[in-house]
C-alpha cells in the first residue's frame, strides 16, 4: 500500500466551480502534510501546509483529520490558472523526508 | 535569488550506458534532495544529504544509482549502467528548513533510455 494515496482524476469543472481533493495517509509517523503543486512539464511548488485546524489561503482550503489519516484541499471559484496536477505530500518528521502522493489532475474549463 | 540549477535538461541514452547529472542548490540550503518522477507519478526520494552526509538513501538503487555531495554544496547522480524504467524526470531540490515543508526544485532533468 503507498504511503500516500490520491484519486488520479482527472477532475474536469467549469471555471467558478468547487472542487475538492481527498488524500488518504498510512503512515501514522506522517506529521506533517501538505500540497504541493505542479504545472504540465513544471517542477512541484508549494501550496500550503495542512493543519489539523483547518487552514485557508484566498479561494483554497485546507483540512487534516488525523483520526481518519485524511486530507482535503478545497479549491472554490476555480479559475482557469488553476489547472494543474495536485500532489499531496507527508512528512515524517523523525526522517524528515517528504512523500509524495501520484497527484491528482484538475482540468478547470471555460 | 538564484534558484535550484540543474543539468543536463534533457538526455537520451541508450540502456546499459551511463550518464551523470548535476545540481547547484540554493545558497545556503544545507539539505539537498534527489527525487525520481516517472510520468504520471508524484517525485519519490532517491536520496537526501544533510551538508555533505546522507540522510536518507532507503531508495537508492544502490546497484546501479550513486550520488555524491562532495563539499556539502553541489551534488552529482550517476546511473551505471542505465535501464529502460529509469526514464524519468530526475529532480533536486533544496530546503533551508525542512520543517516548514517547503522544497525548492529545480527543474529536473529529463532522462530517456532507448
Known amino acids: 500500500r503507498k504511503e500516500v494515496e490520491q484519486d488520479p482524476g482527472p477532475f474536469n469543472v467549469p471555471e467558478g466551480a468547487t472542487v475538492a481533493f481527498n488524500c488518504t495517509y498510512s503512515?501514522?509517523?506522517?506529521?506533517?502534510f501538505f500540497w504541493y503543486r505542479q504545472d504540465c512539464r513544471k517542477e512541484p511548488k508549494l501550496l500550503m501546509s495542512?493543519?489539523?485546524s483547518g487552514n485557508e489561503d484566498g479561494r483554497f482550503t485546507a483540512q487534516l483529520n488525523r483520526a481518519s489519516q485524511y486530507i482535503s484541499l478545497l479549491i472554490r471559484d476555480s479559475k482557469l490558472s488553476d489547472s494543474a496536477t495536485y500532489l499531496c505530500?507527508?512528512?515524517?518528521?523523525?526522517?524528515?523526508?517528504?512523500?509524495f502522493g501520484s497527484g491528482t489532475r484538475l482540468q478547470v474549463q471555460p | 535569488e538564484a534558484g535550484v540549477a540543474q543539468s543536463p535538461r534533457y538526455k537520451i541514452i541508450e540502456k546499459r550506458q551511463s550518464v551523470a547529472f548535476w545540481c547547484n542548490p540554493i545558497s545556503g540550503h544545507a539539505t539537498l534532495y534527489w527525487y525520481q518522477q516517472i510520468l504520471g507519478q508524484g517525485p519519490k526520494l532517491l536520496i537526501q544529504f544533510q551538508n555533505n552526509g546522507v540522510v536518507d538513501d532507503s531508495q537508492l538503487p544502490k546497484d546501479r544509482f550513486s550520488a555524491e555531495r562532495l563539499k556539502g554544496v553541489d551534488s552529482t547522480l550517476k546511473i551505471q549502467p542505465a535501464k529502460l524504467e529509469d526514464s524519468a524526470v530526475y529532480l533536486c531540490?533544496?530546503?533551508?528548513?525542512?520543517?516548514?515543508?517547503?522544497?525548492?526544485f529545480g527543474e529536473g532533468s529529463r532522462l530517456t533510455v532507448l
Open positions: 495542512v493543519y489539523s
Open positions: 503512515n501514522s509517523a506522517s506529521q506533517s
Open positions: 505530500v507527508g512528512m515524517d518528521t523523525g526522517r524528515r523526508a517528504l512523500t
Open positions: 531540490a533544496s530546503s533551508f528548513n525542512i520543517a516548514s515543508g517547503e522544497l525548492f
